[in-house]
């Protein structure tokens, strides 16, 4: 999971009236392409939750789908609330599929917190919870991964595959900076993979005290 900022909304957004409108037919409109493009380059290239860089079979765009973070379902009147939108990953086992219409008020919204400070990578690349979090903030992750299915065998065969990369890069150059520096998936959390924190009594995810 990554942070990112959006930019300004799409105009096309404000055509539309919530409750009055379906989000279909922004997507027949086109405005729905608008958002995804514009989110897509607001997060680098990367899904937002899973860190996968989708490349579509059937265009550029073509592996993306437009993720209300607050299901329409339930938040009607988010539907076409630019700060309510993700661009996450449109593959086989995709973070839309399993996140569906569920929502949990403890969910990392990576454009409003930094994910950094709650996710770390555990032993075996799956994504745990850092050891410093409070044990709300812990609940917040563990809600996190199951419900965007962050630990999903694709994601740990490709997260263990990195590692061993980097690990390898880190002992032939001795230079973990550089290292870090190559653009890769998942090159945040292999970050985390070496984060030394030195204020262990606090918790990160919410600055209160982690015990
Ligand atoms: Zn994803
Ligand atoms: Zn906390």
Known sequence: ??????????????????????????????????????????????????????????????????????????????????????????????????????????????????????????GSADIIARPELCARCTKRVNVTVEMLGLNRARLLIRRRASMKELLALADSQQNLDACLAVPRDFRTLLANLFHMDDSPTQCPGCGGNST
Request: glycine share 10%; hydrophobic share 30%.
């Open 1 to 122: 999971m990554h942070a990112f900022k959006r930019g300004p909304s799409p105009g096309c957004l404000a055509r539309y009236e919530p409750l009055r409108d379906l989000w279909s037919r922004a997507v027949q409109d086109g405005c729905a392409r608008i958002v995804r493009e514009q989110l897509v380059e607001s997060q680098h290239g990367y899904c937002a939750y899973c860190e996968v860089r989708p490349s579509g079979t059937r265009g550029p765009n073509s592996g993306w789908h437009v993720d209300h973070f607050r299901p329409k379902s339930s938040f009607p009147s988010l539907a076409f609330s630019w700060h309510n939108l993700i661009a996450s990953c449109q593959l086989s086992d995709h973070c839309g599929n399993f996140k569906g219409d569920r929502f949990d008020a403890g969910l990392i919204d990576p454009s409003a917190e930094n994910p950094h400070d709650f996710l770390a990578l555990g």
